[in-house]
């Protein structure tokens, strides 16, 4: 049965949306499960049983760890990517090869099927497999070290290509044709590649005396991956200049940048930081996905009295909401998710950023440029020019920065920014520090949210276990803080008592974790903090108003968390320490 047919029978979408959706996968050239995926219009897992169920294939969970190499030789690495079909098995006594077909109604697909299977002299045995179960086996086709190797290979075949250093920083020994010679576009397309398949954050390609390391960061952790020959070093930093569009031959100052390519059909942003150190210059990538899109408020963790003040506070017409935290908590993430939700056409929407970090459609956005003058300063200066209903300032790093703020915050618009603190409370007194007048922060200020980000336990490997002693002490002492609404939402986690441990497995490198969340906790400024802001009190003071108003802290955002098997004690305890 066709699957638009089924799906009318199963009362996914009516004729008038199927012909809707027709007409968009023609239009975008995409498949009618990438479009689904993309729009979260249906669980992958989900729309794929309907699809077995329409097609009459069986769907087969596939891991890349039971696929041994040998058998995915069976077909090249191009016909796999461009057919979205992978081996799965051989039975060699039976002739039999099992295949794993994303898309097994396509007639083209079919035929190129038993075209590769005829030339092994096997019978292919079809199962459809999900979208996401392809990407993981493909991306074990042919490893990055292999790759890496057989580059750096190439490359000492040209010994002239491998001059020292110096000389190549200096333009000589052929250095142009060097960083556009394909052995290092190699290693360095790897380099990223490997990076965007296995969801790191960033990529820190770091010089030693004797040898160029490349780590990855994933989940906040940072994980040694390729060693290569320090003689590759300068070829390598000057591909990512080249591509980044910076000064090549700058080896003695930081120099930022970006670029974007496309890796496994999605579009991936890169930003780029180098840096001089004694031993050469030190790159680091941040990788943006822009294909995963921003998340919404709820995926990002917030949930309970978090998220609805959150909702309420973006509603405004006017005054500020700020995000607070150390570098790498997350805070520009959950203004991006913010501003998605206030983004539409009946409102102007101009932020100030350094530097951008996604593009948003519909929105002004604007990176500051410190080298020709163009600071936060004069760049929210000339945004209060434009007409603007909603604000974004990447962050509020001075006294003047702050005052503009909070004038635009007084005079109609809705601000959101960031600031550098330990806790929501605690905004209170930076903003104080950069001397605004207290009378004007209950006039200005609505909403303050502090955030950290803990690692997410991997759902394969996790393991319960019921809490006692010293651990059970912690968390029934935290639950006993919670305002009732918090303790109402999680009941059922917080009767049973239970926590999950970090095991680790394959899927998730043995870390134990997979992915990562925030702890908030968000403060609301009303009339009985006013009062006390207005008198100059202190946190602690501030902090048992806002308590009795229904925030809770981040630590027991997180033993919320811990107890709904989301994370774990340690990993909660472990970052919330400092606070």
Aim: proline residues 3%.
């Amino acid at each position: 049965m066709d699957i638009y047919q089924f799906l009318i029978k199963k009362k996914f979408f009516t004729k008038e949306e199927a012909i809707i959706w027709q007409k968009e996968v023609t239009e975008k050239g995409k498949t009618l499960e990438e479009l689904m995926m993309a729009k979260d219009a249906a669980k992958e897992a989900e729309f794929f049983r309907w699809k077995a169920e329409a097609l009459g294939v069986p769907l087969r969970k596939s891991l890349p760890e039971d696929i041994p190499h040998e058998v995915l030789s069976i077909i090249p690495r191009e016909s796999a990517d461009f057919y979205k079909i992978t081996p799965l098995s051989v039975e060699r006594n039976n002739n039999i090869l099992a295949v794993g077909m994303v898309y097994p109604e396509n007639q083209q697909t079919q035929e190129a099927l038993k075209f590769l299977a005829r030339q092994q002299k096997l019978s292919p045995q079809i199962y459809l497999i999900t979208l996401s179960d392809f990407k993981k086996i493909f991306g074990k086709y042919q490893t990055a070290e292999k790759e890496v190797k057989q580059a750096l290979a190439t490359l000492k075949e040209e010994d002239d290509l491998f001059a020292s250093e110096e000389s190549l920083t200096a333009g000589k020994g052929g250095f142009n044709r060097l960083v556009e010679e394909a052995p290092t576009i190699k290693i360095v397309s790897v380099i990223l590649r490997q990076a965007v398949e296995g969801d790191a954050s960033d990529i820190h390609i770091e010089p030693s005396r004797d040898q160029l390391r490349v780590r990855y960061r994933l989940d906040g952790v940072l994980y040694s991956s390729l060693i290569l020959p320090k003689s590759v070093h300068a070829a390598v930093v000057g591909r990512i200049k080249i591509l980044s569009r910076l000064k090549i031959d700058e080896t003695r100052l930081p120099q930022d940048g970006r670029f974007s390519i496309k890796i496994e059909q999605k579009l991936v942003d890169f930003r780029v930081s180098t840096l001089p150190t004694s031993l050469g210059e030190k790159v680091v990538l941040r990788v943006l996905d822009a294909s995963e899109g921003i998340k919404k408020l709820s995926d990002l963790g917030l949930a309970g009295h978090n998220l609805i003040l959150m909702e309420k506070a973006i509603k405004l017409p006017y005054k500020m909401i700020l995000v607070t935290g150390p570098t790498g908590s997350g805070k520009t993430t959950t203004l991006y998710s913010m501003l998605k939700l206030v983004n539409n056409e009946e409102v102007n929407i101009v932020t100030l950023e350094d530097p951008i970090e996604y593009f948003m459609a519909g929105v002004n956005q604007s990176q500051v440029n410190s080298d020709i003058g163009y600071t936060f300063v004069n760049g929210l200066r000339q945004i209060l020019r434009q007409d603007p209903d909603i604000i974004m300032v990447g962050e509020i790093r001075d006294e003047e920065t702050a005052n503009l703020a909070v004038q635009a915050a007084l005079t109609g618009h809705l601000v959101f920014s960031t600031l550098h603190t330990n806790s929501a409370v605690g905004a209170i007194a930076r903003l104080i520090d950069m001397n605004i007048k207290p009378f004007l922060i209950p006039a200005s200020l609505n909403t303050v949210l502090a955030q950290r980000l803990i690692r997410l336990l991997c759902p394969f490997c996790k393991k319960k276990t019921i809490l006692n002693g010293e651990l059970r002490k912690y968390v029934s002492e935290k639950i006993e803080l919670l305002p009732s609404a918090e303790k109402t939402r999680a009941s059922q986690a917080i009767e049973e008592m239970a926590v999950f441990q970090a095991v680790g497995c394959a899927k998730c490198n043995n870390s134990g974790y997979s992915g990562r969340v925030g702890i908030f906790e968000s403060l609301e400024i009303n009339d009985d903090l006013a009062e006390l802001i207005l008198n100059k009190s202190g946190e602690r003071e501030i902090f048992a108003v806002a308590r009795k108003q229904g925030m809770f802290t981040m630590e027991e955002d997180g033993v919320i968390k811990a107890l709904e098997g989301i994370t774990s004690l340690e990993e909660v305890m472990r970052t919330t320490a400092e606070n």
